[in-house]
C-alpha cells in the first residue's frame, strides 16, 4: 500500500490559505511530471488579485494515484523525491467522488490519454450546473512520438492541454483544428523536470551513464545488443565510469511494461569493474556525467538542458517503433562503433530550441503563459462546462469502451458494481489487490517472456 501521507503534513499548511492543487497520476513518471507541473504553473503573488487571489501563498498539493498495473511503490515515490501535503490511492470513482465534495483550484490530469478522456466526462458530469469549477490541466510527459492524433483527441476537453516544446504546440494545434476540434486550450510550456547547473568538463573518473527504458528495444536480442556494448565500452576505457541507469527494480512497474529487466539480462555477464547499476533521481546522475547515452529517453533533453554531450543511439535504426527518429536533425544521432572510437556529439542549436529544452536560459519563464492563462480562469466569475471533443455522438464506437475501462457509463456516470467510493477497501480487499498486482508483474516479466521464447521454436 502506498502510505496515507508523503511530505509535508496537512497540518503545516493549514495555518496558511493556498491554492488547492489535485493530481492524479497513473504512474511514478506521470507522478512526477503532474506534482512538478502543478508547482510551476501555480500563480504567483505577483499575478493580479482576483476572486480566489488570495490563496497564493505557494500551492497545497494532494496527491492521488490511479490504481492499476503501475502504481508507484513507496520506493519509487520516494526516488521522484516529490513531495505532497497527501498522497493516496485511488480508483477512478473514488477520485470523481472526491472531486465533487472537496473544493480544488486547480486539478492536473497526469494519466495515459484514455483516463484523461474518461475523467474529464465524469468531471464534466459532477460539476454540471455549477457556476464555479477547477481549472482542469493536462499534457505529456515528455516526447511525443506516436499516437500522436489518438492522444491528443483523447486529451481534447481540459482548460489547458500543455505542450513541453514550441514544435509540439504547433502539432497540438494542427491536430484540433484538423478536424473542427478547439485549440485554444494549447498551451506551450516546457518540461517541468528540467534544472540542474549547466555542464562543467572535468569529472574524474569521466563518467558515461546509459539511460535505459522499460521498453524500448522490447526484444532480448537487442536489449542484450545494447548491454553488451556498454561492458564493451567500459572494458575499452578503463579509465572511464560506466553506469546503467536504471528506472525501475524487477518487480516494479513505470509508466511502461519492462519484460526483460536489464538487471537479469546483466547476471549472465562479465561485465569489468568500472561498470556498475545505478538507481536514482536522473537529476543527481546528471550532476556527474560526462557523457549521456539512451535509445529515446526524455533524459537526453535533460542532459541537452544542462548542455551535457548527448548521444541518441542509431544502431538498432533510426525507427518510429524506437522513437529516436523524433532526434532526426538534432546532431545527437551516433553509433557504439562512433562512440567507441571518440566522437562527442554536437548538438543543432535550432533543433534544440524547438524542443522545450530551454538550453538557451529562457526556462525561468517557460511556464509564464501558463500561469497567466490559470490566473485568467481562476478570476472568472463562470467557467463553460468541460468540452471534450469525443462525444456519444462524435464517437459512439469509440468512447464508451474508453470509459467503460474505469466503470463509467457513455454519459460519465458510475455503472453498477463500480468499486465503492465512500469508503476504505477492507484488509482482506487491499490483500487481495496487493497479490493481483504481484501476479500480474510476475507473469509481464516471467511468464510472458517464456511463452514469447516458446511461440518462436
Same mark, same amino acid.
Given at each position: 500500500?502506498?502510505?496515507?501521507?508523503?511530505?509535508?503534513p496537512?497540518?503545516?499548511t493549514?495555518?496558511?490559505k493556498?491554492?488547492?492543487?489535485?493530481?492524479?497520476? %497513473?504512474?511514478?513518471?506521470?507522478?512526477?511530471?503532474?506534482?512538478?507541473?502543478? %508547482?510551476?504553473?501555480?500563480?504567483?503573488?505577483?499575478?493580479?488579485?482576483?476572486?480566489?487571489?488570495?490563496?497564493?501563498?505557494?500551492?497545497?498539493?494532494?496527491?492521488?494515484?490511479?490504481?492499476?498495473?503501475?502504481? *508507484?511503490?513507496?520506493?519509487q515515490?520516494?526516488?521522484?523525491?516529490?513531495?505532497?501535503?497527501?498522497?493516496?490511492? @485511488?480508483?477512478?470513482v473514488?477520485?470523481?467522488?472526491?472531486?465533487?465534495?472537496?473544493?480544488?483550484?486547480? @486539478?492536473?490530469?497526469?494519466?495515459?490519454?484514455?483516463?484523461?478522456?474518461?475523467?474529464?466526462?465524469?468531471?464534466?458530469?459532477?460539476?454540471?450546473?455549477?457556476?464555479?469549477?477547477?481549472?482542469?490541466?493536462?499534457?505529456?510527459?515528455g516526447?511525443?512520438?506516436?499516437?500522436?492524433?489518438?492522444?491528443?483527441l483523447?486529451?481534447?476537453?481540459?482548460?489547458?492541454?500543455?505542450?513541453?516544446?514550441?514544435? %509540439?504546440?504547433?502539432?497540438?494545434?494542427?491536430v484540433?483544428?484538423?478536424?473542427?476540434a478547439?485549440?485554444?486550450?494549447?498551451?506551450?510550456?516546457?518540461?517541468?523536470?528540467?534544472?540542474?547547473?549547466?555542464?562543467?568538463?572535468?569529472?574524474?573518473?569521466?563518467?558515461?551513464v546509459?539511460?535505459?527504458?522499460?521498453? @524500448?528495444?522490447?526484444?532480448?536480442?537487442?536489449?542484450?545488443?545494447?548491454?553488451?556494448?556498454?561492458?564493451?565500452?567500459?572494458?575499452?576505457?578503463?579509465?572511464?565510469?560506466?553506469?546503467?541507469?536504471?528506472?525501475?527494480?524487477?518487480?516494479?512497474?513505470?509508466t511502461?511494461?519492462?519484460?526483460?529487466?536489464?538487471?537479469?539480462?546483466v547476471?549472465?555477464?562479465?561485465?569489468?569493474?568500472?561498470?556498475?547499476?545505478?538507481?536514482?533521481?536522473?537529476?543527481?546522475?546528471?550532476?556527474?556525467?560526462?557523457?549521456?547515452?539512451?535509445?529515446?529517453?526524455?533524459?537526453?533533453?535533460?542532459?541537452?538542458?544542462?548542455?551535457?554531450?548527448?548521444?541518441?543511439?542509431?544502431d538498432?535504426?533510426?525507427?518510429e517503433?524506437?522513437?529516436?527518429?523524433?532526434?532526426v536533425?538534432?546532431?545527437?544521432?551516433?553509433?557504439?562503433?562512433?562512440?567507441?572510437?571518440?566522437?562527442? !556529439?554536437? *548538438?543543432?542549436?535550432?533543433?534544440?530550441?524547438?524542443?522545450?529544452?530551454a538550453?538557451d536560459g529562457s526556462?525561468?519563464?517557460?511556464?509564464?503563459?501558463?500561469?497567466?492563462?490559470?490566473?485568467?480562469l481562476?478570476e472568472?466569475?463562470?467557467?463553460?462546462?468541460?468540452? *471534450?471533443?469525443?462525444? *456519444?455522438?462524435?464517437?459512439?464506437?469509440?468512447?464508451?469502451?474508453?470509459?467503460a475501462?474505469?466503470?463509467?457509463g !457513455?454519459?460519465?456516470?458510475?455503472? /453498477?458494481?463500480? /468499486?465503492?467510493?465512500?469508503?476504505? /477497501?477492507? /484488509?482482506?480487499?487491499?490483500?487481495?489487490?496487493?497479490?493481483?498486482?504481484?501476479?500480474?508483474?510476475?507473469?509481464?516479466?516471467?511468464?510472458?517472456?517464456?511463452?514469447?521464447?516458446?511461440?518462436?521454436?
Amino acid at each position: 500500500m502506498v502510505p496515507s501521507v508523503v511530505g509535508v503534513p496537512p497540518s503545516a499548511t493549514s495555518t496558511t490559505k493556498s491554492l488547492r492543487i489535485a493530481v492524479l497520476a %497513473d504512474s511514478d513518471t506521470r507522478w512526477k511530471w503532474g506534482a512538478l507541473t502543478a %508547482d510551476r504553473i501555480a500563480p504567483g503573488p505577483s499575478m493580479e488579485a482576483g476572486p480566489r487571489a488570495d490563496a497564493q501563498v505557494g500551492p497545497a498539493l494532494s496527491g492521488f494515484l490511479l490504481r492499476g498495473r503501475a502504481t *508507484p511503490t513507496p520506493r519509487q515515490l520516494a526516488e521522484v523525491g516529490v513531495s505532497a501535503d497527501s498522497i493516496r490511492e @485511488v480508483t477512478a470513482v473514488e477520485f470523481l467522488r472526491t472531486m465533487e465534495q472537496e473544493s480544488y483550484d486547480v @486539478v492536473v490530469l497526469a494519466l495515459v490519454g484514455g483516463a484523461v478522456q474518461a475523467m474529464l466526462h465524469g468531471l464534466r458530469r459532477i460539476w454540471d450546473g455549477r457556476a464555479e469549477r477547477p481549472v482542469v490541466v493536462t499534457g505529456y510527459v515528455g516526447v511525443v512520438y506516436e499516437k500522436l492524433a489518438d492522444g491528443l483527441l483523447l486529451r481534447h476537453g481540459a482548460d489547458l492541454v500543455l505542450a513541453n516544446s514550441r514544435q %509540439d504546440a504547433d502539432r497540438f494545434r494542427a491536430v484540433y483544428e484538423g478536424v473542427g476540434a478547439d485549440a485554444s486550450s494549447v498551451t506551450e510550456v516546457a518540461l517541468p523536470f528540467l534544472g540542474g547547473a549547466p555542464y562543467q568538463k572535468g569529472n574524474d573518473p569521466y563518467t558515461v551513464v546509459f539511460a535505459a527504458q522499460p521498453s @524500448v528495444p522490447d526484444s532480448r536480442r537487442d536489449r542484450t545488443y545494447l548491454l553488451n556494448r556498454l561492458i564493451q565500452h567500459a572494458k575499452l576505457h578503463p579509465e572511464r565510469e560506466v553506469l546503467l541507469k536504471l528506472r525501475s527494480k524487477p518487480g516494479e512497474h513505470t509508466t511502461h511494461i519492462e519484460e526483460l529487466p536489464y538487471q537479469k539480462l546483466v547476471q549472465k555477464l562479465d561485465p569489468p569493474a568500472n561498470f556498475r547499476l545505478v538507481y536514482g533521481h536522473m537529476g543527481e546522475v546528471l550532476d556527474s556525467t560526462d557523457l549521456l547515452i539512451t535509445i529515446s529517453s526524455t533524459a537526453a533533453l535533460e542532459s541537452l538542458h544542462r548542455r551535457i554531450p548527448t548521444v541518441v543511439l542509431s544502431d538498432l535504426g533510426v525507427r518510429e517503433s524506437l522513437g529516436n527518429h523524433h532526434f532526426v536533425g538534432s546532431g545527437c544521432l551516433a553509433s557504439w562503433d562512433q562512440l567507441d572510437d571518440g566522437h562527442q !556529439p554536437s *548538438p543543432n542549436a535550432a533543433w534544440v530550441s524547438r524542443q522545450g529544452v530551454a538550453a538557451d536560459g529562457s526556462y525561468e519563464t517557460a511556464f509564464d503563459v501558463a500561469r497567466f492563462r490559470i490566473s485568467e480562469l481562476l478570476e472568472a466569475p463562470e467557467l463553460p462546462p468541460l468540452a *471534450p471533443y469525443y462525444t *456519444p455522438v462524435t464517437a459512439p464506437g469509440y468512447l464508451p469502451g474508453i470509459l467503460a475501462r474505469h466503470h463509467l457509463g !457513455p454519459d460519465g456516470t458510475p455503472l /453498477p458494481g463500480a /468499486p465503492a467510493a465512500d469508503r476504505e /477497501p477492507s /484488509p482482506v480487499r487491499q490483500i487481495v489487490r496487493r497479490a493481483a498486482r504481484g501476479a500480474y508483474r510476475h507473469g509481464v516479466q516471467r511468464v510472458a517472456p517464456v511463452i514469447r521464447r516458446m511461440g518462436e521454436l
